[in-house]
């Protein structure tokens, strides 16, 4: 099983749709969780933290549900900017080091 | 603030020669900085973390001496693709995680690999 596990969509929205992305990790030790943005062919940036107690950031909601080892993120009225690919990411601790381990991503694609 | 460089930020190189791959903390010091790699519609899988002035640890199924990394300052770690085969051709990524801080990680822009 592997360790962050996403939807690969795609996702075709229009623009203006609400659309939600799942994502579930194995690792109950995990302590930080993170959604990141990825377009083609370029490095990943940092979306959104991800709180227990739920964050908000504009049109985009994050949650997390620890016992249920669920994280999701939530995007409002759906722009044509946002389509790329959505990564959960979840962080491990490896020794001294903390890691980051990445889900595969799910694919957003807003259509006009 | 926080920015990554990388160079090249793309290569393309013949089968068996080496290529080393450049990552820099532009405006602060990195403790720790991790080598990433991302084959197509795949997920960035962890290939390394380096810690300024010691071995760096790699992860399961990479192998240490076909990727040297070398993490010789708090702004400069390297990584060497020694003996570069078509499979090696990928997009490499790193990223640097400031002293003191936990978990942050910054990423570079990445340097897309091609080996012919």
């Known amino acids: 099983r592997k360790e962050v596990e996403q939807d690969p969509g795609p996702f075709n929205v229009p623009e203006g749709a609400t659309v939600a992305f799942n994502c579930t990790y194995s690792?109950?030790?995990?302590?930080?969780f993170f959604w990141y943005r990825q377009d083609c062919r370029k490095e990943p940036k940092l979306l959104m933290s991800v709180y227990s107690s739920g964050n908000e950031d504009g049109r985009f909601t994050a949650q997390l549900n620890r016992a249920s080892q669920y994280i999701s993120l939530l995007i409002r009225d759906s722009k044509l900017s946002d389509s790329a690919t959505y990564l959960c990411v979840v962080n491990s601790y490896g020794g001294a080091t903390n890691k980051l381990i990445f889900g595969t991503g799910t694919l957003l694609a807003v259509q006009p | 603030g926080a920015v990554v460089s990388q160079h090249p930020s793309r290569v393309i190189c013949k089968s068996g020669t080496s290529v080393k791959i450049e990552c820099r903390s532009l405006d602060f010091q990195a403790t720790t900085m991790f080598w990433y790699r991302q084959f197509p519609k795949q997920s960035l899988m962890l290939m390394a973390t380096s810690n300024e002035g010691s071995k760096a640890t790699y992860e399961q199924g990479v192998e240490k001496d076909k990727f040297l990394i070398n993490h010789a300052s708090l702004t400069l770690s390297t990584l060497t693709v020694t003996s570069a085969h078509p499979e090696d051709s990928s997009f490499y990524i790193c990223s640097a995680s400031m002293v003191g801080s936990s978990y942050e990680q910054y990423f570079g822009p990445g340097t897309r690999l091609t080996v012919t």
């Open positions: 690792n109950s030790a995990s302590q930080s």
